[in-house]
């Protein structure tokens, strides 16, 4: 199935997802069938070798289809395409290059073969500040005992694991790990998801108490996480732009239909408002795509970064924007639960909310604009 | 009760109505104890002799607690109102005027004793355009026989009665009547009200094949409508402009409570966010208290409809855009469904798209302000 | 003359003192002759006994002829409407307030006599902030020498006074007084504004090198500068917020006449955009008419100088917003020189950035929004 | 010397032009000494050889540097571009290819010499609608005498020649053909020039009772006006669109300069102004530069136009959005006359209110939107 179709199946089913809250099985049915779980797996391990400027297309396509199945296939780009992504100089960094790398590909090629992995990384609090996380791990004889709760996990109680950050409870600084934590036995799903908008991501809470391997330790290697935070903001800020341009687009799709069909279509507002929201898709579109083949071409790098930041900015205030006017343009009848531009209206307001939210991005835009160094600002 | 806890209550049971989409029985139970039916009903007749101008700061309080509560409430109260506050030289114009007066009289002497009136003007396809309305009526030996079906009527199921428009079916121009008729045989509600915002307006359908006995003609004459949206529009377009500053300013409230909690009140971008919003709100509260000052002092004149349209426009975006800002400024954790600030972004959406729609209400203030005729605009 | 009738002589000479930055001498003879030097001298001293009410009703109508003039008229409308409203409680916890009495009426008799009063307390690099006055004063044996520089004097060198803010040389701690200078000996104007907008206030810089007799001390008191500012905030913040009013009515009446002579009134855009711009002015002019009554009835309250904040950060962005967009309108052959919107596009552009700026007076109004005292914040 | 460079020296003496109005001398000594004016000249006539992708980021560097005088570029690019881009299946069309090429190229040639060629296509009443020329030509004995008046003809008075569009005054229908008038006798510029911003861009009347030889006549060919501007519409519509994003650049620079000389870059609302502006610059970069893109490898397709309608839309746009909110933040000391952010504010206005305006583009952009023929509506 090519991702036209696949994302108009996921758009046939957004308005049923969206009113019951559930998670998308049969989008994911489709994903999996399609081998986009693998999208971002090397092909020496059977997956697609996507660079981040190709997932970027892959989400921004699926965004359109449905935002809350492709924030959910977001999440799990991120930990597979983090993962297959990580800068070779960086493992030698983390030592023992070999038992890293045998566990990385494990992770790979089980993403390949379909598995599906959540992120859990933020908690209540404390929000996506990876270096204040209180969930904490502490070594057993067979691997460690994971304790504590996460909040917006999209795709709780769906994923096959979790990648968890969690704090050593022995050591003094912040020593942050990632595991990778199988569903089942010590990992509790608690419903706490029932949102405004992108609803379907079932973004619930988790509760751990588990004690998992040593190979859940991801890359065999502690106090990893923050390190790959900084080199890799892409997968923390800006993969999701890509959703929300997709977003962007459907409104002037659905609003164009909408439009024809009532015979607005001609009116001087209407035509105003649609004009202007094209502009604005249209460029938020280039900055997410041009950001996204910087992190391909020059990874981590200053001006890579201002793109990131840029990108996730124009995404989540265009969407919302667009949204805004569009809904306006469509009138009371566009309003009506069910109607594509009703659910678009919230989902779309999603994006700037999400971490870093527009007004944090901007502050960092702006420092940046100064020739102030926003990295001054602990981010994570 | 004073207004003031009243609104209270409504407020803690707003997003129990909001999730339902129920009509609130409980808050027209204590608008009904507290009288509120006879607002606008002279003292002669048992009623609170409400002006505009006091009908408007109860409309703005109520708003305040529960936007669809207020807006049904407003509905009554147009009904109500418009009566109450027919020009006598108007009365004296459609001849017969003891009837009439009669009439009137003992349609709000029921609405002193707490009768609930709906309005059925709106039909699909022609909006609130009065003048195509199909809906029709016929003669029959004991009174009138009603058929068609209308949208948007607020309190559907839950009023005694509806003010129906309607046109003479033998008549070749477009002869547009208003009947009050008794909810019972003949009048079919059919759910249809889910949608975004306003939820607990119930605004479902009615479908109409009623036998009415002549009493039910309201005033006891034929052809009034037409007449009475041109003279009185401040009751078709101006009279929800309260409730939506009501909206606007819960959002104020709610937004300094949520942000007190969470320990933002002091981040510079929250201050901006409220401070500008705090401004817009209380700029869009004069404008709708001037129209309604002026509604009171000099109705029907051009200038006082000039403000009637201010006043609808300022109030629906203004709800809107602070609704929009001020969850910006308290961020994901006030997207949940349950939070006010959830409920009131959708709510503040909807006044810009009631009828006369922001687009529009600028259009024809824009004419004005060129000294362009307006009224050359057919607007009914 | 009538007000009507003087602004529109001042707005037929506005484009001639814009391009050529010069004092608008023609207006002053008007004002002059108009009485309204003495506006707000009581009536006991000969003037016109003005409220703040009615002062802001008079620079509206003013500002709407002549920005510029009327901002300069603002400054001396300050000086004599704040010594003329001094509440008697302030001036008896001065002490000597019967020295102080006579000090104040005699400048204010001079301005019913058509004394014309500039105020000089702006300097480089502390803006208007009043407690980092670096101009100093020392007694001499006849009086003071005062010494020092000071910029943004609006009508500096066609003052017969200015009204200096000076701090004691002497003194540790910051003792602030005011000095009503003459002009003359030591007291030299250098050419120093050219500006964006508002081009003929003549806001040159003022040089001090003066001695002046017991008398120039405001008041015969030292140290009230701060005492004043905090209980008349109005005068410092909100005085001219009806001057852009003024000008934002300008821009509607001047756009309106320029799109009849082009006939493009019936544009669709040009419509919807004078229609909004209808609606900002009519909110802004409530905004500032009811901070103005509440100042007159209820000053120095804390809701009263919320007022003032409100009106100042509404008439900044209306009259700078509405610009932008009726210019847009009117398209390029407006931005002809001497064409009435080009130059109020430029007039428009300053209010908001006037202290307290607009950004400033949302981060305050915010704050009162969530319930913080802004008054932690030092403000002058 | 190199486009960085020269654009330094044409910024350093921007305000001095600006203030004059003059044409600016230097800049043109310069651009001529650099071989620029030869710049879409083919190589094998001496030229750069340039493409309109090149094109556009040789006046995004011109642009930042001096807003006036990339304007008057502009127009100089536009006729040797045009002239050198023209396909040749078009010139076949006309007829003739042979003389075609022998004129076009003589035109070229001139150019690559340091000619540099003024645009006189406007006219009062009509605008720059082609089809509407009240211009006229007839045939002589030696060649054709032109009669009439244009304006808005930038670098009238210091172009070696002007592209004249003109109706045949013997052709009933509309028969408009392109002339390059030698400047001289016959050809007379009226100063009508004195604008808001762009000011050195002499764009003053032309009054035209010029006598011209047979190669006056552009391409040998009478009547390929039209046909002209419906191919090649980046030359009227966008390419001046990358002088304004150029103009917005600068905006970013010399705000970031004045706010850290003032020590006000780490204000939060000056960071978030600033990261705000500078997403929507670097937005507004990549649509004009995607439709450059467009234009050079597939020019004329409908895909290409609507990218060049979103261009001028998006740049227009952007360029006074950022102006306004970089000036409030950088505050009343950049508002002195000479300041580059005062020059600039009243620069960046233009871009949208230059033909096609923004909501005229806006408008064809909703239409395509909503999958209307905006052809429908004729262009020129």
Chains 1, 2, 3, 4 share one sequence.
Not at 57 to 85: K, Q, Y
Not at 120 to 139: D, F, N, P
Not at 313 to 332: C, K, N, P, Q, Y
């Amino acid at each position: 199935m090519d991702l036209e179709s696949l994302a108009d199946r996921m758009s046939s089913r957004a308005s049923k997802y969206d009113v019951s809250g559930d998670f998308p099985e049969e989008d994911f049915d489709d994903l999996r069938a399609a081998g986009l779980l693998g999208l971002m797996v090397p092909r020496r391990l059977g997956g697609g070798g996507a660079s981040f400027a190709e997932y970027t297309d892959v989400a921004m396509r699926l965004g359109s289809g449905a935002g809350a199945t492709a924030l959910i296939f977001n999440m799990h780009a991120s930990v597979t395409g983090a993962l297959a992504h990580i800068p070779e100089e960086l493992v030698r960094q983390f030592g023992a290059p070999e038992s890293f790398a045998a566990s990385r590909d494990r992770v790979l090629q089980a993403a390949a073969g379909g598995a599906l992995y959540a992120v859990a990384m933020s908690e209540r609090g404390i929000g996506s500040r990876l270096s204040k996380v209180r969930t904490s791990y502490e070594r057993t004889d067979s691997g460690f005992r994971i304790t504590g709760a996460k909040t917006f996990v999209s795709g709780a109680g769906h994923a096959d694991a979790y990648l968890v950050a969690a704090r050593d409870s022995t050591s003094e600084g912040p020593r942050i790990s990632y595991f990778l934590v199988p569903s089942g036995s010590g990992v509790e799903v608690r419903p706490a998801w029932d949102a405004l908008g992108m609803r379907a991501t079932a973004s619930h809470d988790l509760h751990l108490h588990a004690e998992v391997g040593e190979d859940a330790l991801l890359g065999g290697i502690e106090g990893t996480a923050l390190l790959l935070a900084q080199v890799m903001p892409q997968w923390l800020v800006a993969s999701y732009a890509a959703v929300y341009v997709g977003v962007a687009k459907a409104v002037l799709r659905h609003g164009a239909e909408h439009l024809n069909e009532r015979g607005l279509q001609r009116l001087p507002m209407v035509r105003a408002r649609m004009g202007r929201a094209d502009t604005q898709v249209a460029a938020a579109e280039l900055v997410v795509r041009n950001a996204a083949r910087l992190v391909t071409e020059d990874p981590g790098s200053p001006e890579t970064n201002r793109w990131v930041w840029r990108a996730k900015l124009a995404a989540g205030d265009t969407a919302a924007e667009v949204a805004f006017s569009v809904l306006e343009a469509a009138g009371a009848s566009a309003m009506r639960r069910g109607h594509p531009l009703e659910r678009l209206y919230r989902d779309a307001r999603c994006g700037a909310l999400q971490p870093a939210t527009s007004d944090v991005c901007a502050d960092w835009l702006g420092a940046c604009a100064m020739g102030d160094d926003p990295d001054e600002v602990a981010r994570w």
